[in-house]
């Protein structure tokens, strides 16, 4: 990741991007966890937070939420940022923690299409970029898009009209690695579509629907286990502020993922 020049302004920005993710809060004993920073070097600047209104503190349960003044703030960016946009630049906060290249894809019949990359100045070449497509059950994204389907529905997806599936797929292996994804929100990719080519990924839900999914494509020769423990804990939080957009947002699910909704960004 790379270097942050400011502590303090980083935590105050790790303070908004974690109570972004809820509408319960957190105590300061779970945001010290979350952001593994002491308790005591915290305090004072929530403290501060909290007086100009910027987060609240609820003194019965001890929870800091987002305050008053953030969502004036949000209410006037939001009616001038797209939904798309605001995708572009969560995804472009992760190619810039992650130094790799983001991606975005949605559900065509039985096949992964990418929507959206974002990519750091030595970004790798491979298939995940906008207006490919990829076997949907193969790949991360792939399974994070069909992590609710049941094995029943797999079958009738991939096998209807006579389709067969690559000889070394077994789509009951593929099923328990959706389960797993269901459970965690989720997903990794080992090669499995290109060799040297690994992914972690994440599903975005609407309305509890899996209507995308959100990568980071990790090259085999730069990936390590703290890379990608890194993308694991990330993704989570940009789609859940992903999701809470959305929800709060009149917009149209099939023009937001599509290829021409991140045309002009």
């Known amino acids: 990741m790379a270097q942050v020049s400011h502590r303090s302004t980083s935590r105050?920005?790790?303070?908004?991007?974690?109570?972004?993710?809820?509408?319960?809060?957190?105590?300061?004993?779970?945001?010290?966890?979350?952001?593994?920073?002491?308790?005591?070097?915290?305090?004072?600047?929530l403290q501060t937070m909290a007086a100009r209104s910027y987060i609240d503190l609820d003194y019965h349960t001890n929870r800091y939420t987002i305050g008053i003044n953030l969502f004036y703030a949000s209410s006037i960016y939001?009616?001038?940022?797209?939904?798309?946009?605001?995708?572009?630049?969560?995804?472009?906060?992760?190619t810039h923690r992650m130094e790799e290249s983001c991606c975005l894809g949605t559900l065509e019949e039985d096949h992964v299409l990418f929507l959206h990359r974002t990519d750091p100045p030595d970004s790798v070449c491979c298939y995940k970029s906008p207006g490919r497509t990829e076997l949907a059950c193969l790949g991360a994204i792939g399974k994070c898009l069909l992590c609710d389907?049941?094995?029943?529905?797999?079958?009738?997806?991939?096998?209807?009209?006579?389709?067969?599936?690559?000889?070394?797929?077994?789509?009951?292996?593929?099923?328990?690695q959706m389960e797993e994804t269901r459970l965690t929100n989720i997903a990794y990719e080992y090669g499995e579509v290109e060799p040297g080519i690994?992914?972690?990924?994440?599903?975005?839900?609407?309305?509890?629907?899996?209507?995308?999914?959100?990568?980071?494509?990790?090259?085999s020769f730069r990936v390590n286990p703290e890379k990608a423990m890194t993308a694991s804990k990330a993704l989570p939080i940009s789609v859940q502020k992903i999701e809470n957009v959305l929800s709060t947002m009149d917009v149209d699910l099939h023009e937001v993922f599509s290829l021409n909704g991140f045309k002009n960004l």
């Not at 049941?150 to 292996?173: A, C, I």
């Open 12 to 45: 105050v920005l790790d303070i908004f991007d974690l109570l972004s993710t809820t509408t319960e809060g957190f105590t300061l004993t779970e945001i010290a966890q979350a952001l593994e920073s002491p308790k005591s070097s915290l305090l004072p600047i």
């Open 78 to 94: 939001r009616n001038k940022i797209s939904m798309n946009k605001f995708i572009d630049m969560e995804m472009r906060q992760l």
């Open 149 to 176: 389907f049941k094995l029943s529905e797999l079958t009738e997806l991939f096998f209807k009209d006579g389709g067969q599936l690559p000889p070394q797929l077994n789509l009951y292996r593929a099923h328990i």
């Open 198 to 219: 690994q992914c972690v990924a994440a599903p975005i839900r609407f309305q509890d629907k899996v209507v995308a999914s959100i990568g980071v494509i990790l090259p």
